[in-house]
C-alpha cells in the first residue's frame, strides 16, 4: 500500500516509516553559539549607534557645568535617583527606561554634573501623533510630533544645590529643545508635546 507523496512521489508504507524514523532520530543541531553571536552582534550594532549620536550630537550640548549622555552608555548612578513628587518617574528610569531603550520605544537621556557625574535629571523622547481640536463639533486633525515622555530633576541633587533656581527649566531650555529640533532636522515632527493630568498645579508647572 502507498502513502502520501514524499518529495512529490507516492512510496510504501515502510519506506516512509523508515524515512519518518530518521527525521524524527536525527539530532537536532545546538543554536546556542549561534543565538549568542546574534545577540553580542546586536549589542555592538547598538553601542556604535549610541556612540554616532554622542559624537554627533550629544557633545555639543554638553557645557562647563552639565553632561549629557545616551542611557545605553552608562546606567551608573540610577539607583540614588530620588523623585519624591513623581513615584512614577522613578520607577521608569530605574525599571523600565533600559528595557524601552533596546527594544526602540524611547530614547532615555542622562544630565549629570560634569564634576562629580552625579545624576541631575533624565528626560525620555519618543514620536508620536497628537490630534488638535478645531473647534467645537468641528473635528479634529492629527499632527505629527515628538513627545516628552518622561522628564524629572533628581532630589537628592537639588537639595545639596538648592542655590540652583529653576533647574528643570534651564535643562529643557539648554539640553531638551536644542536636541529636540536637531531631530526635527531629520524627522517630520511638528510639534513638542507632554501628557499630564488636569491638576491646576500640574498644568502650570509644565507651563511655565
Known amino acids: 500500500m502507498k502513502v502520501k507523496p514524499y518529495k512529490g512521489k507516492f512510496v510504501f508504507r515502510g519506506t516512509a516509516n523508515k524515512i ?7 539530532k537536532r543541531p545546538d543554536r546556542s553559539a ?9 549589542r555592538m550594532i ?15 550640548l554638553c557645557n562647563e557645568l552639565f553632561t549629557i549622555e545616551y542611557l545605553s552608555n552608562k546606567t551608573d548612578g540610577l539607583k540614588d535617583f530620588k523623585c519624591s513628587k513623581g513615584i512614577g518617574l522613578e520607577h521608569y528610569l530605574k525599571e ?3 528595557q524601552d531603550e533596546l527594544s526602540n520605544i524611547a530614547r532615555t537621556y542622562i544630565i549629570r554634573n560634569k564634576d562629580t557625574m552625579q545624576i541631575v535629571a533624565y528626560f525620555s523622547l519618543r514620536t508620536g501623533l497628537i490630534t488638535i481640536s478645531r473647534g467645537f463639533m468641528k473635528g479634529f486633525d492629527a499632527t505629527t510630533g515628538i513627545e516628552l515622555a518622561n522628564f524629572a530633576v533628581n532630589d537628592n541633587y537639588k537639595e545639596v544645590n538648592d542655590d540652583i533656581p529653576k533647574l528643570g527649566s534651564y535643562i529643557f531650555w539648554e539640553f531638551i529643545l536644542p536636541l529636540v529640533q536637531h531631530i526635527q532636522c531629520y524627522v517630520g515632527a511638528k510639534l513638542l508635546y507632554i501628557y499630564a493630568l488636569p491638576y491646576e498645579k500640574l498644568l502650570a508647572h509644565y507651563s511655565t
Open 46 to 60: 547598538k553601542e556604535r549607534r549610541s556612540i554616532k549620536v554622542n559624537d554627533m550630537i550629544l557633545n555639543d
Open 20 to 26: 519518518n524514523d530518521l527525521l524524527l532520530s536525527a
Open 96 to 98: 523600565v527606561s533600559l
Open 34 to 42: 549561534l543565538e549568542k553571536e546574534a545577540k553580542e552582534f546586536e
